[in-house]
């Protein structure tokens, strides 16, 4: 039995640099499993896809890995950017909010507050409901697990699509010190700092620390003489690990978020789109035209979107004897602040800032068989208890001219969603054939109330409607059934049956309508996993159907106001729709010094049926903007799902006289995309190209220069849209990062 100790690790703040990922795992404190190789062969992946450290090749489960020091070599500079090494996934961003897609399955609403991912991301264990950008933002990585299909028997929550997990370190016996600081174009500033030491017998401590300045913009507001898309963060974590004994083992961690950018908000006009002047205004009719420049703007607002997130969490693991014990307790609170337009100009017409405040409670219990059980099994408990509160104040001339000083929209949403859930796989017939049977349930309380009142220019508030209030439930029973078969210790394959589930929930912009109907995904997947020529080559491919239930998608909603119909994002369910296609992710250490990656993904992707779908259609004469239609788009592709995607990626070690060199190049294709339903617009194929070079000095080994690049070839493309609808606003896109660069130097205890 070890001493008791007890001590307090307090918050920090942060600066960073791009965080690194690929498939090896040389800390295993995380997972209490080490990995393994061959002196020149491929490194185990140890995951917990299943809730327990397994290595990747024995899971019967679609999963990719990545260390935090791959993503690094790789060039990817956030979590948001692991598409670029994982095949199957599609990441978005707008408003600050990250909207992942996995083998076609996601919601284009995610940004909407109060609205969830269909594919969910998880840190150290702790489900995030709103994914803002700068959560993903982290200084001491241990892994990244992508898991594709849905997951709706242990992980459950929304993961109609499947989910990601972010672990980061945890503290242990000896001190560990890194630090990173970089310079980028665009005046940028990024540094990163992890350190962890032993406080004591059997407690140790760890804070992490993360930012990033970019000083300049891609481009310019023209009218406001400001550079815009610019971004800055910082993130701090802490982690505090505490073994009482040899049996119980308690994590607490703690962190505060800080975020203010205005990249990946829509604010350029679409091409093949037009922009004219609000309805109402003195340049009613006229047309209006960007300035000439890729990135630059032209508006008399400044739109950007600020976060503040703190949180906390505990996780105690405890040895029962006949079992393993879990629990993962976690709060989470954020507010928001959206500061957005409705007519994109230089017009002081129609503004909208948008206060979001954001709270999350959950508990979740699990209890395991032992590693040393014949039958593997798991029984658990997950609980969440989440508010989300929405004030809108729209203001500007076009409000003035008829008396009002505002129009606010007050919006309140509660869920509360409890899921018992238990899974077990036991052999059958020999020991090379598993059978897995899963099975959740899942019952969601969703509450919402709205309110929208005027103001006077001069006087207090006046109703503009009545108030709204229902209270909604949901419940749903999920499951997954599946076979494995080992037919060498190298090669194993599995095939899977199984169903996921995303809640309704209300539209709160404003909210004054019944929520929307769950999403359910009924998947069919069969897979083949193989190490060989001696560890050397590493392939796994799968084929997929799934079969989805009233998608939820995006749409714009018209809000009444005293300057007329006024577009704010909202999402409502197509019928049915379906994916299928199949995926392959291979891995090739060709010698001591060279590896190679290869995955790509083919994706069929369409509506099966939505007859009342909205249709965005460009006006090309006077007023300008987009009108909107209702028809039939069955059989159109499905949203943000590329047909076809491959990436694929180098890393070569050289020793030298005066160090080591290690050069790393990634590509990353994908084919057109459809932005809507309606499919009208198409965001074409792209291609991006990123590349290092790393040296560590013979002379001091703990040194690390790095010379990095991403975009290469300074592709200029769109990472969201959205329409205006039934506005002269037309079709607007967020874009994508242009050519970066940069250097940074790493300092290793």
Avoid: C
Wanted: charged share 20%; glycine share 8%; proline share 6%.
């Amino acid at each position: 039995m070890r001493k008791k100790a007890f001590s307090v690790v307090g918050l920090l703040l942060a600066s960073v640099a791009p965080a690194p990922l690929l498939a090896q795992t040389d800390a295993a404190a995380q997972n209490d499993a080490a990995p393994q190789s061959s002196p020149t062969g491929l490194t185990d992946i140890i995951v917990t896809a299943q809730r327990r450290s397994q290595n990747l090749q024995d899971v019967p489960v679609a999963v990719t890995a990545f260390t935090g020091e791959a993503l690094e070599t790789k060039g990817i500079a956030r979590v948001a950017d692991l598409q670029q090494a994982d095949s199957s996934l599609f990441v978005s961003q707008m408003s600050g909010v990250v909207i992942p897609f996995l083998r076609g399955v996601g919601n284009p609403g995610a940004s909407t507050p109060g609205n969830e991912a269909s594919v969910p991301v998880y840190i150290d264990d702790v489900y995030y409901s709103r994914l803002a950008s700068a959560y993903l933002e982290l200084a001491n990585i241990e892994r990244v697990e992508v898991l594709k299909g849905p997951q709706g028997t242990l992980f459950g929550r929304n993961s109609t699509g499947g989910l990601m997990q972010v672990f980061t370190r945890d503290p242990g016996d000896s001190t560990d010190l890194s630090a990173t600081l970089g310079y980028a174009n665009y005046d940028t500033i990024s540094g990163k700092l992890y350190a962890a030491t032993p406080l004591g017998d059997g407690v140790a401590a760890g804070i992490s620390v993360v930012g990033l300045d970019q000083r300049n913009g891609w481009g310019r507001n023209e009218f406001l003489d400001k550079d815009t898309y610019k971004r800055k963060f910082y993130n701090i974590r802490s982690k505090l690990v505490f073994e009482p004994s040899d049996t119980t083992k308690i994590r607490l961690s703690g962190f505060y978020t800080y975020q203010r950018q205005n990249q990946g908000n829509a604010v350029s006009i679409y091409p093949g789109t037009t922009r004219g002047y609000p309805l109402g205004s003195p340049l009613q009719g006229t047309q209006y035209f960007d300035p000439p420049g890729f990135y630059d703007i032209y508006a008399n607002t400044e739109i950007f979107h600020r976060l503040r997130g703190w949180g906390g969490s505990i996780k105690i693991d405890q040895e029962l004897g006949f079992a393993d014990f879990t629990s993962i307790t976690s709060y989470r609170k954020a507010k928001e602040l959206l500061n957005y337009e409705g007519d994109h100009t230089e017009l002081n017409w129609l503004a909208f800032p948008i206060r979001i405040g954001d709270r999350q409670i959950t508990q979740e219990l699990q209890l395991k068989s032992l590693p040393s059980s014949k039958i593997s099994w798991i029984l658990g408990f997950f609980y969440m208890n989440s508010r989300t509160n929405v004030n809108v104040r729209i203001n500007g001339d076009a409000l003035t001219l008829n008396g009002l000083a505002s129009q606010n929209i007050h919006s309140r949403q509660k869920i509360e969603s409890l899921a018992p859930f238990a899974q077990a796989t036991f052999p059958v017939v020999d020991d090379k054939t598993n059978v897995t049977i899963g099975l959740r349930y899942t019952k969601d309380r969703v509450q919402g109330d709205g309110q929208v009142s005027l103001t006077p220019l001069v006087g207090a508030d006046i109703p503009a409607a009545p108030d709204y209030h229902q209270v909604a439930s949901f419940d749903k029973w999920t499951y997954k059934v599946s076979v494995d078969h080992n037919f060498t210790d190298d090669i194993m394959a599995y095939a899977t049956w199984s169903r996921g589930y995303k809640s309704g929930t209300f539209n709160t912009i404003p909210l004054s309508a019944p929520p929307t109907n769950p999403e359910t995904v009924t998947s069919y997947e069969a897979g083949l996993k193989m190490t060989l020529f001696d560890r050397r080559v590493r392939a796994n491919v799968a084929v997929f159907r799934n079969d989805i239930k009233d998608p939820q998608v995006q749409l714009v909603q018209l809000v009444d106001t005293p300057a007329g119909p006024t577009p704010f994002v909202a999402f409502a369910n197509a019928d049915k729709a379906r994916t299928k296609g199949f995926e392959f992710d291979t891995s090739f250490q060709v010698t001591e010094r060279l590896r190679l990656d290869l995955a790509g993904q083919y994706l069929w992707a369409k509506f099966i049926s939505f007859d009342s779908a909205p249709i965005n259609v460009p006006i090309f004469t006077p007023p300008w903007g987009v009108t909107l239609a209702v028809g039939d788009v069955g059989g159109n592709r499905l949203s943000q799902t590329p047909k076809w995607k491959v990436n694929a990626g180098f890393n070569y070690e050289l020793p030298t006289a005066v160090g080591q060199f290690s050069f790393a190049g990634q590509m990353s294709y994908r084919s057109s995309l459809k932005w809507d339903p309606d499919n009208i617009l198409t965001e074409p194929k792209l291609t991006l190209f990123n590349g290092s070079i790393s040296f560590k000095p013979e002379f001091n080994n703990k040194l690390t220069f790095r010379l990095w690049g991403a975009n290469l070839t300074n592709e200029k493309y769109f990472n969201n849209e959205i329409p205006q609808t039934n506005t002269p606003a037309g079709d607007l896109g967020g874009v994508g990062d242009p050519r970066t660069y940069g250097v940074e130097v790493r300092f290793d205890l």
